[in-house]
C-alpha cells in the first residue's frame, strides 16, 4: 500500500477512538512487515489531534537547492561554534532558509550532530588530570620493579554516600506480563533526605576498610584511618 493510503486507515482508526497502540496491532496483524512505524502512527495521531483532517502531504517550499551557499554554511558553523545549544529553527531564522535545508548542512556538509551532554562523575581542571598522570606513572614504575609486592601493598580509596532508602531502578522493577496485559504499577519513590558518607578503602583482595563520617564531624578524621591501613 502506499503511504497516503495508510494514513487514511491510521485517521479512520483515530475517529474510532483507537490508542495508538491498538492501532499499531491492526496494521501489523493485516499488512506485516509494510505496515508503518508505531513512531508514524504516533505522528499522525498527533496531527489528527491537533486538528488536521487532510492525509495528504503538505505542499513544500520551491526554494531551489541553490540556496546552500558557502557563505550560509560558514555563518551556520560560526553561529553553531557561538552557541552549541543553538536550535535549528533558530539557525533557518536567521540565515533566511528552511529548517529542512538547515538540517541538509548540518548533516551533509558539516558532519554535526546534536548530542546530550554526558554526566560524569566530576569535571577535572588541568592541575587534576597533571596529577593523575604523574601519579599514574610513579605506581607504573614501583609496578614494573616488583609486580607481586606492588598489588599486595596498594590500597585505592574512594567515597560515596549511603541513603538510607534506596528504590529500585526502573530497569530492577521490571516484570514478565502476557501480550495485551497492562504493565505493573508503583508509586514513584525518591532517595530519602538522610544520607551518611561512607569511605571504602580496598586492595586487590577486596575491601579491607569502610569509615562511615559521623553526623557533626568534619570530613579531616577520615584521613587519620588513611594513614592507619598504610602503616
Known amino acids: 500500500m502506499e503511504k497516503s493510503q495508510f494514513r487514511v486507515l491510521i485517521k479512520h482508526y483515530f475517529l474510532r477512538k483507537k490508542t495508538i ?3 499499531k496491532e491492526k496494521l501489523d496483524k493485516y499488512y ?23 492525509t495528504s502531504d503538505a505542499e513544500r517550499s520551491s526554494r531551489p537547492k541553490e540556496v546552500i551557499t558557502p557563505e550560509i554554511v560558514d555563518k551556520i558553523h560560526e553561529m553553531i561554534l557561538d552557541d552549541r545549544r543553538i536550535k535549528v529553527r533558530e539557525l533557518a531564522h ?16 558539516l558532519d ?32 614494573s620493579r616488583n609486580p607481586d609486592e606492588f598489588l599486595g601493598r596498594f590500597v585505592t580509596v574512594d567515597e560515596t554516600w549511603i541513603h538510607h532508602n534506596t528504590p529500585e531502578t526502573k530497569e530492577q522493577s521490571k516484570q514478565w506480563v502476557s501480550r495485551g496485559e497492562r504493565g505493573p504499577k508503583k508509586a514513584k519513590q525518591s532517595l530519602s533526605a538522610n544520607k551518611i558518607m561512607a569511605t ?9 576498610h569502610i569509615d562511615y563520617l559521623e553526623k557533626g564531624k568534619t570530613i579531616t578524621i577520615l584521613f587519620k584511618a588513611i594513614g592507619q591501613i598504610q602503616r
Open 21 to 23: 497502540t491498538e492501532t
Open 32 to 54: 506485516g512487515d509494510s505496515a508503518p512505524s508505531i513512531s508514524m502512527v504516533k505522528k499522525w495521531f498527533t496531527e489528527f489531534r491537533c486538528g488536521r483532517t487532510s
Open 94 to 109: 536567521a540565515v533566511g532558509i528552511s529548517t529542512e535545508r538547515v538540517h541538509h548542512i548540518l548533516h551533509e556538509y
Open 112 to 143: 554535526m550532530r546534536k548530542l546530550s551532554v554526558r554526566w560524569v562523575p566530576r569535571l577535572l581542571t588541568l592541575d587534576h588530570k597533571r596529577n593523575r598522570v604523574t601519579t599514574s606513572k610513579e605506581c607504573l614504575a614501583m609496578f
Open 200 to 208: 571504602v578503602f580496598w586492595d586487590a583482595r577486596g575491601v579491607i
